[in-house]
């Protein structure tokens, strides 16, 4: 029973950590695929 709490502790925390840096590289990496799909579209 008490290792059910801090498993749920522990991945709300590194849930938290690794969401920060996803989040902010997500829109740069997509941009980037998304400029790439349409270049390749257009040709």
């Given at each position: ?34 400029v ?8």
């Amino acid at each position: 029973m008490p290792s059910r709490p801090p498993a749920r502790r522990t991945r709300a925390r590194r849930a938290t950590s690794p969401a920060a840096p996803s989040c902010a590289a997500t829109p740069t990496v997509r941009d980037g695929i998304h400029v790439t799909v349409h270049s390749v579209s257009k040709r």
